[in-house]
């Protein structure tokens, strides 16, 4: 499956992307995700409950740009990548899009 989604949040593109690499904050705002540890500067832990599983896994950040991108990929459990980009639209406003693929590996996670 590929999901792309766009948002345009307004602040400056820097505090968008500083906010973005806090990755132990996801589970605050992203519904499902339990837990995000970070690893080291390349790798994080994921959990998460998805169609009423836990599910765990681990991605590695392969390409990071400071104000422009981040891409990851998973190195175990569920495959799954993706890329956020950033680019700023005014001083005060950031245009945000993610795009992701992954398998959901079973019925019910297909649904």
């Known amino acids: 499956m590929h999901v792309e989604k766009s948002i345009e949040v307004e602040a400056p593109v820097n505090k968008v992307y500083n906010q973005w690499t806090q990755f132990e ?5 992203m519904q499902g995700i339990e837990q995000v540890q970070q690893l080291d500067d ?3 832990r994921w959990t998460a409950e998805i169609a009423g599983k836990r599910k765990e896994w681990d991605a590695e950040i392969f390409e990071q740009v400071p ?3 981040i891409a990851w990929r998973s190195t175990s459990g569920a495959p799954n990548a993706g ?3 950033f680019r700023p639209i005014a001083d005060n406003r950031t ?3 993610v795009r ?5 590996g ?3 996670e297909n649904v």
């Not at 904050?25 to 705002?29: N, R, S, V």
């Not at 992701?100 to 959901?104: C, F, L, R, V």
Request: glycine content about 16%; hydrophobic content about 30%; overall charge positive.
């Open 100 to 104: 992701m693929g992954y398998d959901p």
């Open 95 to 97: 245009h945000v899009t």
């Open 83 to 85: 890329i956020v980009s």
């Open 67 to 69: 104000d422009q991108k």
């Open 25 to 29: 904050d996801f589970p605050k705002f």
């Open 106 to 108: 079973g019925g019910g």
């Open 42 to 44: 390349r790798r994080l």
